[in-house]
């Protein structure tokens, strides 16, 4: 069956390395998004991608990053973490054109200490 | 901007009632509308999506409806189980983007 997974699950980090969480996803879907969900804020976009070689800022995308290579990998980088950026990470993708549904992944809970 | 509003925050229920979770947004461009389930420490499944030509989805014992000129939509659940208690989400996709713009979810708690 198709999916999405994620990992690492769960990373515990300290401030000022870099970080990469890893997206994939076997649905060959074209697009792919990145959400981060913090308590009072729900799920937030941070950077999204229509396609290989695409890539768009979300609402938060300041400190973050990422590059689509290929169809079905989407890493999300940040580039030297910060206190603020704990929270948990949730990857999506979907068929690109519009509506349709987008399936998401399970999740990565990152804490930089 | 997109805004979404899910109301109530928070809604605890005993077993066997039917409720109803509102979720209103602004802009009534949308593609689509989709209601998620979350369960604590998981990821979101999604229970139902509608298209903006659309008036209603079922599913089992779950009925979301679309007004999209007044900018609500309602996920109607019967009789409720425990097994429904986690939080529900509200997304819509703006028209002309594959972007979903969340709501702050409902948590439901449906007790024995």
């Known amino acids: 069956d198709a999916e999405i997974t994620q990992s690492p699950r769960h990373k515990i980090t300290e401030t000022g390395r870099q970080v990469t969480l890893a997206c994939h996803q076997t649905?060959?879907?074209?697009?792919m998004f990145w959400y981060r969900q913090d308590l009072g804020h729900g799920l937030r976009l941070i950077h999204y991608?229509?396609?290989?070689?695409?890539?768009n800022k979300g609402e938060v995308s300041d400190g973050y990053s990422v590059s689509r290579s290929n169809t079905e990998d989407l890493p999300l980088t940040l580039e030297s973490a910060a206190s603020s950026q704990t929270s948990v990470y949730f990857c999506?993708?979907?068929?690109?054109?519009?509506?349709?549904?987008?399936?998401f992944g399970p999740g990565t809970r990152l804490t930089v200490l | 901007k997109q805004e979404v509003t899910q109301i109530p925050a928070a809604l605890s229920v005993p077993e066997g009632e039917n409720l109803v979770l509102n979720c209103s947004f602004t802009?009534?461009?949308?593609?689509?509308l989709q209601w998620f389930r979350q369960d604590p420490g998981k990821g979101l499944t999604s229970l139902l999506l509608?298209?903006?030509?659309?008036r209603e989805q079922t599913s089992g014992r779950l009925n979301a409806s679309l007004d999209k000129s007044s900018g609500r939509s309602t996920l109607y659940i019967a009789a409720s189980q425990p097994g429904d208690s986690a939080t529900y989400l509200c997304?819509?996709?703006?028209?002309?983007?594959?972007?979903?713009?969340f709501g702050t979810g409902t948590r439901l708690q449906v007790f024995p």
């Open positions: 999506a993708s979907s068929v690109s054109g519009g509506y349709n549904e987008q399936f």
């Open positions: 649905w060959n879907h074209n697009n």
């Open positions: 991608s229509y396609g290989v070689q695409d890539t």
């Open positions: 802009d009534s461009a949308i593609y689509n």
């Open positions: 509608i298209q903006s030509s659309q």
């Open positions: 997304a819509v996709q703006t028209y002309n983007t594959d972007k979903l713009i």
